[in-house]
Structure formats: C-alpha cells, structure tokens
C-alpha cells in the first residue's frame, strides 16, 4: 500500500488542497495498493489556472518544436512499457500479457503518430483572397473512464498538446495511477510547466468543477452516455466546445458467405477481450437463421475457453451491474449457453465469460451497455433484417461485417449507421477516426481527425 501524494500541477507534484484520499484496489484481489488525494473545486481552480498561464507560450511555439516535445513522450512511455503494464495491471485487472500488448503499446503509438502530425500538420492554408490560420481551441478539460486509462487519456492530451492546447485531466477514479505515471513521463519529456495538469479525485466533485470552469474552452469526454450528457449541458451554458466518446452496442454481421467459424471466433475474442469493457465491442453477433444453431454452438465452445483466462471487472459496482445484466437476460427469455451470473471464484470482481443465444432485438440485453464479458447472438432473416437490427440501437460507435468477399461486406458496412466497422477482422488503427454516430458521441479521437478536434479557424482576408 503506497500513499501517493500531491497534484501535478504548473509543472511539479503539489500538496492537494484538501485531506481527502481514493483508496485504489486491485479487482483480483480486493487489495487496497494505495491512495491518491481526493481533488476538490480548489485544485481544479489552480489546475486551470496553471493551464492558462501556460497557454499564450505553448500555442506560439513552433508545430516542429511541439512534435519534437511529443516524441520525446513517446520515448518516455516506451521506456517505462513495463511499469505501465504493470500498474494497469494492478489497478484493472488485466492480465498482464494484454497490459503490455494494448494499455501500454498503444499509448506509445499515439503519441507518435502525433508527434508526426504535429510536425507534418498544415496549420495554414489558402483559399481565394483568405489565409486560414488553424488555432488552439486553448485550455481543454479532459475527463476520462477506467477501461483504457492510459489510452483514453493520451488520445486526448496529445493531440491537444500537438494543437497548441494546454491541459488539465481528471482520470477515473478507479485508475489514477497509471495517470500519475503519465505525469512523470510528460515532466521527463521536457513538456512546459503547466501545458499538462493532473488533478485526481471523484467525477461529481473534481470532474464537475473541472467541466464547470470558466477557465476552460473546451470539455473532451470519455464515458458514459448519461455522464456525457450532463458534461454536454453544463458546457452548453457556457458555450464550451465539447468531445463526447461515450458507449456503445456494436453489431458483427456475419453475412451468410462468411467464414462462419472464423468470424464466431474472432468475435467471441473481441467481446472477452478486457473483460468486456470495451466500448466498441462487438456485443450483438447477428447470425444467418440457417446457420444460427451452428454458430451459437461454436460460440460456446469458444466462450469456455476463455473461463479463467479473462480478468476481473473493474469494482464490486460494474460486477454486479454485469450480473445484474445477465439475470435480466434470462428474466426476458434469452437462453444462457455458456457462463451466467453465479460468482466464479470467491475473491476478485470475476463474470464467467457468457454468451446468450435466441436474444431477440427488444431485449435489454441486445440495447443497454452492458460493459462485462457477454455476448448476445440474434438471428436474420435477410440483409435487410440484418441492417435493420444491426442501426437499431440509440448507439453507433463501432461493428463488424464478415462476407466472402471484401465487396459484399463493405457495400453493408456502409448502409450501418456507426463511426467504425471492421471488414472481415481488419486490425485497430491508430491512424483512424475514432468516434460515435447517434448517442455514441460527439467528434472524432485520433489520426488527423482527432487533431482537428482541438484545432479553431481563423480567416484573414486580404
Ligand atoms: P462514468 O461515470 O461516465 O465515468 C467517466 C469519467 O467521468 C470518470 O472520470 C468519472 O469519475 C467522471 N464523472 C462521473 N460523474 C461525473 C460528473 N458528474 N461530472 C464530471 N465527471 C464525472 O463511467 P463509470 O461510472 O466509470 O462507468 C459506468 C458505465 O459507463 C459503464 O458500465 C459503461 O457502460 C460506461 N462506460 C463507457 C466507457 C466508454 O469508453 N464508452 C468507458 C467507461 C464506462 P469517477 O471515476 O470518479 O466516476
Ligand atoms: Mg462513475
């Protein structure tokens, strides 16, 4: 158990304003491993004010300097992988091979690619007798969820910082941790006093001041819908720019000419993978009637495989939401084929890996969010069945179509209505716009996309 002390703020670890702490737990174990201090409206006050300061300078230096700033970022990360791993793996739950393989090599690909686009970006261009100057929004406020905490974090501080913003950020309260590490890389990297701050505390305390600050221009959100909204409301009475990336029940269409047993597979890895919390995973398998029972068989076999080879949930409150979820399901009909809402072991914050068959499109568990390792499989008709149950959700933020050939699959992919879809397994993209159609959200994270995000036009006319 380590008492953490302090708040990163104006370029050194500051004494927090008030006495409160969060006691982080592992969810394998239900061990308390540390604290952090509780920040309150008064940190988030000096946090911003630090943000600003530093602001006038950091929007003026040149793109290249930024990029360079960057990359020594990412050379920080990359040098501390292994510490990473193993704090998300400490404070998640994750198992440590995918800690290192997605929490920590992911972040560093990130930063890179911003640290390129920093240097490559235009921020000026021409059109007819105007110069359009792309400027900084200027001081961003971001909060971010558990799932992916260091991730969900870098997607937003460095494009932002590539743009010229300056930032505070406001980790979930169940990860702070491997944020505080992201502290300590940002200060070796050599960024500016006060280009980055760290307040850690609890979202209706520390996230509410922070998004209500007059001090800051714009709101970038990770989490869920009903907190996005609120954050959205309270930005609209300021008129703040916001940036909402918030959940989602993402389809994988297996077409009929599909590789059956491949695309079950693969998306029976992609809902298990980090226990299910995922806002993007494909949760909704939409299988061809006739080929219904074969898939459903194969997705329980493949989802015991996976028994106690997943983590836990993050906390005791998203494994009983989970539970909660899968008994719901049952309740509404839907038959239980692998898994079920029984505790596996008796410690740690454990669902079994399960999947339901003869879901049907009204049922909770084929709309709500569950975030838990769970798989609902529904059966069509015909492609236009298929298109129907797949758009027929208030989310849009992902899915997947398998086909025989690339064309069939993208020709559906484009009539879904959702930010991304996968073809026939294709790999994640750093460089990819990622981001929500319907209540999945607002603006796009990563690539150039996401750089744009930060960036506000000015004209000159002459
Ligand atoms: P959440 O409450 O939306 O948390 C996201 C972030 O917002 C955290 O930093 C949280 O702080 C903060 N927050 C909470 N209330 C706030 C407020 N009133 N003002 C400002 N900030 C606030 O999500 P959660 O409670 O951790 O998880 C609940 C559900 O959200 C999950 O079951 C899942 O369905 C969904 N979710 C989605 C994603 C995604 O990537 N789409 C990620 C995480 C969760 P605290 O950490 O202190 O709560
Ligand atoms: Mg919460």
Redesign the pocket.
């Known amino acids: 158990m380590k008492a953490h002390d302090g708040m990163y703020i104006g370029g050194a670890w500051r004494p927090a304003a008030g006495q409160d702490v969060?006691e982080v737990v592992n969810p394998v174990d239900e061990r308390v491993i540390g604290t952090v201090p509780a920040g309150t409206a008064e940190d988030v006050d000096a946090a911003v004010r630090a943000a600003r300061a530093a602001l006038p300078a950091w929007a003026a230096t040149p793109p290249t300097e930024r990029a360079a700033r960057l990359a020594a970022l990412r050379d920080v990360l990359a040098a501390r992988a292994d510490e990473i791993a193993e704090t998300v793996t400490a404070e998640l739950g994750s198992p440590l091979k995918f800690s290192q393989a997605v929490h920590a090599a992911v972040p560093i690909a990130v930063a890179g690619s911003y640290a390129e686009l920093a240097a490559t970006y235009s921020f000026e261009e021409k059109t007819g007798n105007s110069v359009v100057h792309h400027e900084p929004v200027g001081v961003v406020a971001a909060?971010?969820?558990?799932?992916?905490p260091l991730h969900?974090i870098v997607a937003k501080v460095a494009p932002a910082l590539a743009a010229g913003c300056t930032i505070v950020v406001?980790?979930?309260?169940?990860t702070p941790l491997v944020a505080r590490l992201l502290a300590g890389a940002v200060h070796e990297a050599g960024i500016p006093a006060g280009v980055f701050n760290l307040v850690t505390?609890?979202?209706?305390?520390?996230?509410?001041a922070?998004?209500e600050h007059p001090g800051v221009d714009m709101v970038s959100?990770?989490?869920?819908?009903?907190?996005?909204r609120?954050?959205a409301a309270?930005a609209a009475g300021q008129v703040k720019k916001v940036a909402l990336?918030?959940?989602?029940k993402s389809a994988n269409v297996i077409l009929p000419s599909a590789d059956l047993a491949k695309a079950v597979n693969v998306g029976v890895a992609n809902v298990m993978s980090n226990s299910g919390?995922?806002?993007?995973a494909w949760t909704r398998m939409l299988v061809h009637r006739h080929q219904y029972d074969e898939a459903v068989e194969l997705a329980a076999t493949a989802a015991a495989k996976y028994g106690d080879r997943i983590g836990p949930v993050?906390n005791a409150?998203?494994q009983a939401?989970?539970r909660g979820y899968i008994e719901k399901g049952v309740a509404e009909g839907a038959r239980l084929v692998a898994g079920g809402p029984e505790a596996q072991r008796e410690k740690g914050y454990f669902v079994s890996p399960t999947v339901f068959a003869d879901v049907t499109p009204d049922m909770t568990i084929a709309q709500e969010?569950?975030?838990?390792p769970v798989l609902s499989i529904l059966s069509y008709d015909d492609e236009e069945d298929a298109l129907r149950i797949a758009n027929g959700t208030v989310y849009g933020?992902a899915g997947a179509v398998w086909a025989g050939d690339e064309e069939e699959a993208v020709a559906f992919a484009r009539r879904m209505e959702t930010g991304q879809v996968d073809i026939n397994g294709g790999r994640f993209n750093p460089l990819a716009p990622f981001g929500g159609y319907k209540q999945?959200g607002v603006g796009r994270e990563l690539g150039v996309h996401g750089l744009a995000e930060y960036l506000q036009t000015k004209s000159l006319q002459f």
């Open positions: 969060i909060i971010t969820p558990w799932n992916y969900q406001k980790p979930a309260e169940d505390g609890l979202g209706p305390v520390a996230g509410q922070l998004a959100f990770t989490g869920s819908t009903a907190v996005g609120r954050i309270v990336e918030l959940g989602g919390q995922t806002c993007s993050v409150k998203q939401r989970v969010e569950i975030f838990g933020l999945s």
